[in-house]
């Protein structure tokens, strides 16, 4: 019921986009190492371990918003730098409030990264670990990405295909947005090598890559300029 109210909260509401809603804190681990999530809501009191313990176990956080039944975990909340705490049942004027104030901190975070975004695309390469070497790719010679479990397959014009232990989410971050574009689950392109689109399908050197129907929109968007 939760889940089902959060859901409906979030259709509402024309800035968020659902990527997924998860009943444990495992399923949520899956998600986050695959795509790039801004904002995540989270119980305290879940399945396998808690929120709590889910939140330090990142690496790197996204914004979370804590959404729990008890008041008592309030302040431990805050000193985990939650954006929020919701004490259910959660009226949708409070969901709302918490909602501007992630986007406040999420323009704020990204107005900070932009010039180390800026400084790391002037490097115009990336380094990628394969077997015992770390290998200069130049961002102009990658042709696309494809994520294979828990390795991703590089191609490019001046190597043969790298495979690389890593995840989308690592490489998306590396990236420079105006040069590649998620387009499935599997795989990252570089519009430089696109020789044409095909309904649901990128055709790059003759490979036919799919487009997911969750990046569809944003795809075409790009294309059309």
């Known amino acids: 019921m939760a889940l089902e109210l959060l859901e409906d909260f979030v259709s509402k509401v024309p800035n968020l986009e659902l990527v997924s809603a998860c009943s444990n804190a495992i399923e949520a681990t899956s998600i986050l190492q695959n ?7 989270l119980d305290i009191e879940m399945p396998e371990f ?3 313990e ?14 729990t039944a008890y008041s008592h975990y309030a302040i431990e909340g805050f000193n985990l730098n939650a954006v929020d705490y919701l004490v259910k049942p959660i009226p949708f004027h409070r969901f709302l409030k918490a909602v501007n104030r992630a986007q406040e901190l999420y323009l704020l975070k990204k ?8 400084t790391l695309s002037s490097l115009n390469f ?12 130049n961002f102009a010679d990658i042709k696309y990405f494809e994520g294979l479990k828990d390795y991703i397959k590089i191609f490019s014009t001046s190597h043969k295909p790298i495979l690389t232990l890593s995840n989308f989410k690592k490489i998306e971050e ?6 590649f574009i998620r387009v499935h689950r599997s795989y990252i392109v570089s519009l430089k090598y ?19 129907q969750n990046y ?5 968007k790009r294309i059309s300029g």
Not at 206 to 212: E, F, K, M, Q, S
């Open 174 to 179: 590396k990236l420079p947005e105006e040069l």
């Open 111 to 118: 107005e900070e990264n932009s010039h180390s975004t800026k």
């Open 216 to 220: 569809k929109d944003e795809f075409l």
């Open 35 to 41: 795509n790039k999530i801004d904002l995540i809501f």
């Open 126 to 137: 990336i380094f990628v670990k394969s077997d015992y070497e770390n290998i200069k790719l």
């Open 54 to 67: 889910f939140i330090k176990s990142l690496d790197v956080k996204p914004l979370f918003i804590f959404t």
């Open 194 to 212: 696109i020789n044409s689109v095909q309904r649901n399908r990128i055709l790059i050197d003759g490979v036919r890559i799919p487009i997911g």
């Open 50 to 52: 808690t929120g709590i």
